[in-house]
């Protein structure tokens, strides 16, 4: 795919596969697999491909910063399909904050 055709939509396609898999078969989807075995084990892989991100970042190794990203996101999209959220309520939420800064954003969370 050329580069200049890659976007974020990649994310809501990726979405809707994760949600097709999830009544397939464990023996033969990883992420029906994923499923099946229930949120913590999923939350546990979130965890797990974060701290391999960070790991990478720290490293400095772009490409393979790149690749646990992509395994991060993917296993956040199945979280999420988990837990019956929309990457669109995401997508809002971060649409919302879009210009406001960090830290005005997070002091007016607290409040």
């Known amino acids: 795919?050329?580069?200049?055709?890659?976007?974020?939509?990649?994310?809501?396609?990726?979405?809707?596969?994760v949600q097709a898999r999830k009544g397939a078969d464990p023996?033969?989807?990883y992420t029906a697999k994923l499923f099946h075995r229930g949120t913590a084990?999923?939350?546990?892989?979130?965890g797990e491909e974060a701290v391999e991100t960070v790991i990478e970042a720290v490293r400095g190794d772009k490409a393979a910063m790149a690749s646990e990203s992509a395994d991060l996101l993917y296993h956040l999209?199945?979280?999420?399909?988990d837990a019956g959220l929309e990457p669109a309520a995401v997508?809002?939420?971060?649409?919302?904050?879009?210009?406001t800064s960090g830290i005005a954003?997070?002091?007016a969370r607290k409040s």
């Open 1 to 17: 795919m050329a580069e200049d055709k890659i976007s974020a939509a990649v994310l809501d396609r990726l979405y809707a596969t």
């Open 77 to 81: 999209m199945v979280l999420w399909a």
């Open 105 to 107: 954003e997070k002091n």
């Open 27 to 29: 023996e033969t989807s």
């Open 41 to 46: 084990k999923i939350a546990q892989k979130v």
């Open 91 to 99: 997508w809002e939420k971060l649409a919302q904050r879009e210009g």
